[in-house]
Structure formats: structure tokens, C-alpha cells
């Protein structure tokens, strides 16, 4: 099943072997990261390669040994990020090689605006205009939504949880009325469900997922029966950007970086970053499945949660335990690329394995195909891909008893855009996965009722 032959749509719609032929010379020349002065990311200029021969996941896992990021797999070859000298381990493997064309140039041969998205991008976010949204319909619907600020990144920005629930009271709740309120009557709690987005600094079309699940579940309810009863019966977080400074980073110059990690300094290193999904405090660097170099696209950082981000959104979610349960039943991490839905675990390649039993690898293997039906992506085992040790829904799971997605948005190849689809695609490929949102959001009060067993583990 080999992969067509990469196209790139110009501006201007045409498209030339030429401009291919053009952009791989210039990815040779001019690296991703590049810029006019030579600096200590000098020496960490990455480049996606297509790997041909990889074809189990034992060999992914060794090709991500280098400290490569993988970021897409097909059946006899993988893409993987990587900086010179990762690549050179990965060609002694006996692996053949071959450049990707850079990020794309946006640029429209305007002057760039530093931290926004070039003129063709316009319609996505950068990390003041996506506040500023939230902002905006937060105050659109006010009885439904609120933000908190749950902590600040490296660099200070706020990372913010947006908190979506309606008016009516939680099934269960023995009377409705004021006067049992009064008394004291407690209302059953709500199941709540998380939604994460943009741990991976040029994953941006996340971002634009969080921007839209706000303004669905804003603007449909009272329309829409689903949303409202969603709405009305649970309670949803937003985190629609775990790694802002990343982001900035990777469109601050005008053009792309190809930027992965957060910006955190690393000590007696000039590289900077911790990649954020690796660095939950569950299994921390058990497996292989991350990189102790400071260098690597996968670094893992200094010990878990070292990240200030990823310590900010874990007490987040360890201050949804209320009276020793964790109110959050389910959630869904969005990235990109390659259309896939992922559940647990990523540490290890056994379906089921201390900390996840039949049952529950089932319930996660039957909404997450269902989810996946609804969408048109792949369902699988994370660690189906390779090996990944500290990620967020291993630690949801493991650690939380979450029932965590991950979610790996369009498109399905780096030739179909890789990170960097263009605007036009985003209103299209974040109302794809409506469907799946709303099923994980019908399933989160018993995830075992897709399996029939709601019985014997929901009353
Ligand atoms: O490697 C990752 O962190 C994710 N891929 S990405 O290209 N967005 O970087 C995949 C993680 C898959 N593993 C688990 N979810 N455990
Ligand atoms: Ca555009
Ligand atoms: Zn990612």
C-alpha cells in the first residue's frame, strides 16, 4: 500500500512536480526551524522523513528510540521528525530515507506579522485570539459557561479550564424544588467529561477543535436534543491549550517550525522543551517509549509533571476527586495527524495488563470503534503505533481511572498537509468529530453499558 506521491495545492490552487521538486531543495536547504540567527536551536533543525521498512510495531518503537518523533505509520514505512543525527541512527537500522518538503510558506509573499499565523492561515488562533474567542462566548452564554484560570505555563501565559453545564439538576436527584435544595437534599453529581487540546506546539487544528466544541455546545443548546441533553446532564472541561508558549513559538517567526515540546530550559543544555506527552506521572519513562536527551523530540523531562504545564492540568484533574471519587468519567486528548483513535495503554503492547482488565479494555475498544465509525478514523491500541511511556491517557486511565482518548485528527498523511493544513479544512474537520464527542459524552456515565455489563459495574 504505497502512500501517492505528496501534492502541494499553491495559493493560487495549481499544482506543479515543479513546486515539489522547489519545495524539497528548499526543506534540504533551509531547515523547518530556521532563522536569521544562528542559535542554540541551531543544532536541533528537524525535518520530517518518510522511513521505509519499519513494519511491526517492535520496530517503530526502536526507530522512536533514537529520540524521533513518529508521526505518522503506514504499513511498511513510518514519518518520523527528526534532527541529523537521529536520522543517521535511523538509516544505520538499515531503513531507507527520503525528505519531506518543510512546513508550507503562507505567507502569501507578505511581510509576517510576528505571532500570528501567516495570511493564508488567518482563520486559526494564535494564543490571544483563541482567548479571546472563549472570551467572547463565555459572555454569548454566560448561564452555561465560565473559565478558570488553572495555572500558567513556563512563560507565564494562563492555561485555562472553560467549565460547560447547564441549569437543569443530575438525574437522580430525589425531587427537583426549591424547598428540598433548601433542606439540604444533596443532587446526584454530574458525570463530568474532559477535553484536552494542543499538547504538541504545531498540532494548531486542536486548538481549533476546543474553539469549536465551545461554540457547538454553546450555540446548540436548546437547538439541537442531543447537545442540550449532553449539555444539561454532564459536566464538560475545555482545556483547549495545554502548551501555549509551544504554539507561539512555532508561528512566532512568520513561518512554521515544525515546533513540538513545550519552551522549558533544560539544564546543562542548550535544547530547550520537555515533550509534554511524556511527561505524566504514570509510568514515567518506563518503556522506551520516550527519550532521556534533552535534544530529543520525545524528551521526557527532568522527572514526572516537571512540566509546569503538565502539573497544572494533573491538579486540575486530581481537584475533580470530591469526597474521594473523580468526578471525570471520560475524556479525549486531541492531536494530529493521521485520523486515529487511540485508547490505553501506550506502555505496553498486552491488550489487557496490570491496571486494565477484560472488561474495561472492551468498553474502551467498543465506543472508541464506535466513535471512530462516526468519524472515519482508525480505532486502535495506542501502543498498536510503538511504545510511548508518560502520555496523558495512560495517566488518565492508570492513574484516575479516566476513560482517556486520544484523538489524531486530520489528515491522514504528512502529503496531505502533515501539522500544517491549510484554514480552509478547519470547519470541516472539527465539526467531523461531533458525533464522536457527543457518543464519549452519551457513554460517560457508564462506559461499561456499551459492553452490556452496566449492571455489574454502574449501580
Ligand atoms: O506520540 C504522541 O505523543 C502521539 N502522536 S503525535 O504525532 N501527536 O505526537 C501519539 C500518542 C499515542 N500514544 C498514546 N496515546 N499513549
Ligand atoms: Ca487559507
Ligand atoms: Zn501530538
Given at each position: 500500500?504505497?502512500?501517492?506521491?505528496?501534492?502541494?495545492?499553491?495559493?493560487?490552487?495549481?499544482?506543479?512536480?515543479?513546486?515539489?521538486?522547489?519545495?524539497?531543495?528548499?526543506?534540504?536547504?533551509?531547515?523547518?526551524?530556521?532563522?536569521?540567527?544562528?542559535?542554540?536551536?541551531?543544532?536541533?533543525?528537524?525535518?520530517?522523513?518518510?522511513?521505509?521498512?519499519?513494519?511491526?510495531?517492535?520496530?517503530?518503537?526502536?526507530?522512536?528510540?533514537?529520540?524521533?518523533?513518529?508521526?505518522?505509520?503506514?504499513?511498511?514505512?513510518?514519518?518520523?521528525?527528526?534532527?541529523?543525527?537521529?536520522?543517521?541512527?535511523?538509516?544505520?537500522?538499515?531503513?531507507?530515507?527520503?525528505?519531506?518538503?518543510?512546513?508550507?510558506?503562507?505567507?502569501?509573499?507578505?511581510?509576517?506579522?510576528?505571532?500570528?499565523?501567516?495570511?493564508?492561515?488567518?482563520?486559526?488562533?494564535?494564543?490571544?485570539?483563541?482567548?479571546?474567542?472563549?472570551?467572547?462566548?463565555?459572555?454569548?452564554?454566560?448561564?452555561?459557561?465560565?473559565?478558570q484560570?488553572i495555572g500558567k505555563?513556563?512563560?507565564?501565559?494562563?492555561i485555562?479550564a472553560?467549565?460547560?453545564?447547564?441549569?437543569?439538576?443530575?438525574?437522580?436527584?430525589?425531587?427537583?424544588?426549591?424547598?428540598?435544595?433548601?433542606?439540604?437534599?444533596?443532587?446526584?453529581?454530574?458525570?463530568?467529561?474532559?477535553?484536552?487540546?494542543?499538547?504538541?506546539?504545531?498540532?494548531?487544528?486542536?486548538?481549533?477543535?476546543?474553539?469549536?466544541?465551545?461554540?457547538?455546545?454553546?450555540?446548540?443548546?436548546?437547538?439541537?436534543?442531543?447537545?442540550?441533553?449532553?449539555?444539561?446532564?454532564?459536566?464538560?472541561?475545555?482545556v483547549?491549550?495545554?502548551?501555549?508558549?509551544?504554539?507561539?513559538?512555532?508561528?512566532?517567526?512568520?513561518?512554521?517550525?515544525?515546533?513540538?515540546?513545550?519552551?522549558?530550559?533544560?539544564?546543562?543544555?542548550?535544547?530547550?522543551?520537555?515533550?509534554?506527552?511524556?511527561?505524566w506521572d504514570?509510568?514515567?519513562?518506563?518503556?522506551?517509549?520516550?527519550?532521556?536527551?534533552?535534544?530529543?523530540?520525545?524528551?521526557?523531562?527532568?522527572?514526572?509533571e516537571?512540566a509546569p504545564e503538565v502539573k497544572v492540568v494533573s491538579d486540575f484533574v486530581r481537584s475533580r476527586v470530591?469526597?474521594?471519587?473523580?468526578?471525570?468519567?471520560?475524556?479525549?486528548?486531541?492531536?494530529?495527524?493521521?485520523?486515529?483513535?487511540?485508547?490505553?495503554?501506550?506502555?505496553?503492547?498486552?491488550?489487557?495488563?496490570?491496571?486494565?482488565?477484560?472488561?474495561?479494555?472492551?468498553?474502551?475498544?467498543?465506543?472508541?470503534?464506535?466513535?471512530?465509525?462516526?468519524?472515519?478514523?482508525?480505532?486502535?491500541?495506542?501502543?498498536?503505533?510503538?511504545?510511548?511511556?508518560?502520555?496523558?491517557?495512560?495517566?488518565?486511565?492508570?492513574?484516575q481511572?479516566?476513560?482517556?482518548?486520544?484523538?489524531?485528527?486530520?489528515?491522514?498523511?504528512?502529503?496531505?498537509?502533515?501539522?500544517?493544513?491549510?484554514?480552509?479544512?478547519?470547519?470541516?474537520?472539527?465539526?467531523?468529530?461531533?458525533?464522536?464527542?457527543?457518543?464519549?459524552?452519551?457513554?460517560?456515565?457508564?462506559?461499561?453499558?456499551?459492553?452490556?455489563?452496566?449492571?455489574?459495574?454502574?449501580?
Amino acid at each position: 500500500m504505497r502512500p501517492p506521491t505528496p501534492r502541494f495545492r499553491r495559493p493560487n490552487g495549481r499544482v506543479t512536480t515543479a513546486a515539489i521538486a522547489g519545495l524539497l531543495a528548499l526543506a534540504v536547504a533551509t531547515p523547518a526551524s530556521s532563522n536569521s540567527t544562528p542559535g542554540p536551536d541551531a543544532r536541533e533543525r528537524v525535518h520530517e522523513y518518510e522511513v521505509t521498512g519499519p513494519r511491526t510495531a517492535a520496530q517503530r518503537t526502536a526507530v522512536a528510540a533514537t529520540g524521533a518523533s513518529v508521526d505518522a505509520v503506514r504499513r511498511d514505512s513510518i514519518v518520523i521528525t527528526a534532527d541529523a543525527g537521529q536520522a543517521e541512527r535511523v538509516r544505520r537500522m538499515g531503513y531507507l530515507l527520503r525528505v519531506l518538503p518543510g512546513p508550507p510558506d503562507r505567507g502569501d509573499g507578505r511581510k509576517p506579522t510576528p505571532f500570528d499565523f501567516p495570511p493564508a492561515d488567518a482563520k486559526y488562533h494564535n494564543y490571544k485570539e483563541a482567548m479571546a474567542e472563549i472570551d467572547a462566548d463565555i459572555a454569548a452564554y454566560p448561564s452555561l459557561m465560565s473559565k478558570q484560570v488553572i495555572g500558567k505555563s513556563y512563560e507565564g501565559r494562563d492555561i485555562i479550564a472553560v467549565k460547560i453545564t447547564g441549569s437543569a439538576k443530575a438525574a437522580g436527584a430525589a425531587q427537583p424544588g426549591a424547598a428540598r435544595e433548601a433542606d439540604g437534599e444533596k443532587a446526584a453529581a454530574k458525570p463530568e467529561v474532559l477535553f484536552t487540546a494542543h499538547q504538541h506546539a504545531r498540532e494548531h487544528l486542536t486548538v481549533e477543535m476546543a474553539l469549536y466544541l465551545l461554540k457547538e455546545f454553546g450555540s446548540q443548546y436548546g437547538k439541537d436534543a442531543r447537545v442540550t441533553k449532553m449539555v444539561d446532564s454532564r459536566v464538560i472541561w475545555v482545556v483547549p491549550d495545554l502548551n501555549p508558549d509551544g504554539g507561539e513559538y512555532d508561528i512566532a517567526s512568520g513561518s512554521y517550525r515544525s515546533w513540538r515540546k513545550n519552551r522549558q530550559p533544560n539544564n546543562g543544555s542548550s535544547s530547550r522543551g520537555t515533550d509534554l506527552n511524556r511527561n505524566w506521572d504514570y509510568k514515567w519513562g518506563c518503556c522506551g517509549g520516550s527519550s532521556g536527551s534533552t535534544g530529543s523530540e520525545t524528551y521526557r523531562g527532568s522527572g514526572p509533571e516537571s512540566a509546569p504545564e503538565v502539573k497544572v492540568v494533573s491538579d486540575f484533574v486530581r481537584s475533580r476527586v470530591v469526597n474521594g471519587k473523580q468526578q471525570i468519567k471520560a475524556a479525549i486528548d486531541f492531536h494530529t495527524y493521521s485520523e486515529l483513535v487511540l485508547w490505553p495503554f501506550g506502555w505496553t503492547y498486552d491488550d489487557t495488563a496490570p491496571g486494565m482488565t477484560q472488561d474495561e479494555r472492551d468498553a474502551f475498544a467498543k465506543v472508541g470503534t464506535s466513535m471512530a465509525r462516526s468519524n472515519g478514523y482508525t480505532p486502535e491500541q495506542s501502543s498498536d503505533l510503538y511504545i510511548t511511556d508518560g502520555t496523558i491517557d495512560d495517566w488518565l486511565w492508570g492513574n484516575q481511572k479516566i476513560f482517556a482518548y486520544t484523538f489524531e485528527m486530520y489528515p491522514s498523511s504528512a502529503g496531505a498537509g502533515g501539522f500544517y493544513p491549510p484554514d480552509e479544512v478547519i470547519d470541516r474537520e472539527t465539526a467531523r468529530n461531533r458525533d464522536a464527542v457527543l457518543q464519549l459524552l452519551e457513554n460517560a456515565d457508564c462506559m461499561y453499558r456499551s459492553i452490556g455489563k452496566e449492571q455489574q459495574y454502574c449501580t
